[in-house]
């Protein structure tokens, strides 16, 4: 079964610094990988996606994910935190199939200090 | 080109109440998902309809059902209303079942007491 784990509840990161919110992933097949950031009592919001091709995908806002086939992983970074990121973030996996639904972690909270 | 909306933003209800949640998708959408948030969780899958027709449905109880409408708007409906209901329901959309991008609402806060 399609699975994605988001092994951080919460990510601390002082302003300025970089940043990076980890997840890895579990799926028979090729992985469609996306991130969505959601802020307090909002719907979710498109970062980025990976699909095929280059392993660094850049998105909104100046996040980028990297995709690690052998790891498993997709991890978010961002070079340089800012307050305004401080938000709650999913990382999702598409499971395939006539539905391609979209299977998300648990979230993490990603706190960002002035 | 507007986004998805979803009505009522928040909504109280009593246990055992039905309750109707409402999603209009973006332009251009024929696909809708409605998932379900609870409070510290990740959304869970409800189900989809493409065209009219339910697509998929996750692991929720018939007492969930949904609609959808020529104009790929959409319901859902849920029977019977219990405490564990309460959470954000988010509706998101897209073109075709192949995934071309999923835009999601803002969501709709539902609380049973």
């Known amino acids: 079964a399609q699975s994605v784990a988001q092994p951080e509840d919460q990510v601390n990161v002082a302003e300025g610094n970089p940043l990076t919110v980890k997840c890895t992933y579990s799926v028979s097949g090729n992985p469609y990988l996306f991130w969505y950031v959601q802020y307090p009592n909002r719907g979710l919001q498109f970062l980025l996606k990976y699909i095929t091709g280059d392993n660094l995908v850049k998105g909104s806002y100046g996040f980028e994910a990297e995709f690690n086939k052998s790891q498993t992983s997709f991890h978010l970074k961002k070079p340089s935190a800012l307050v305004s990121d401080s938000a709650l973030y999913f990382c999702a996996v598409i499971n395939g199939g006539a539905t391609n639904k979209l299977i998300f972690g648990t979230g993490t909270l990603l706190a960002v200090q002035p | 080109e507007t986004g998805v909306t979803q009505s009522p933003t928040h909504l109280i209800k009593t246990r055992g109440q039905q309750v109707t949640l409402r999603c209009s998708s973006q332009?251009?959408?024929?696909?809708v998902s409605w998932y379900q948030q609870a409070l510290g969780q990740g959304p869970q899958f409800i189900f989809q309809y493409y065209r009219e027709e339910e697509n998929g449905r996750g692991n929720f109880p018939p007492r969930f059902s949904g609609l959808q409408f020529p104009n790929y708007s959409s319901e859902l409906n849920v029977n019977a209303l219990e405490l564990d209901d309460s959470a954000l329901y988010l509706c998101?959309?897209?073109?075709?079942?192949?995934?071309?991008?999923?835009?999601f609402g803002s969501g709709t806060r539902l609380t049973v007491v």
């Open positions: 998101a959309s897209s073109l075709d079942r192949v995934f071309y991008g999923y835009t």
């Open positions: 332009s251009g959408h024929n696909t």
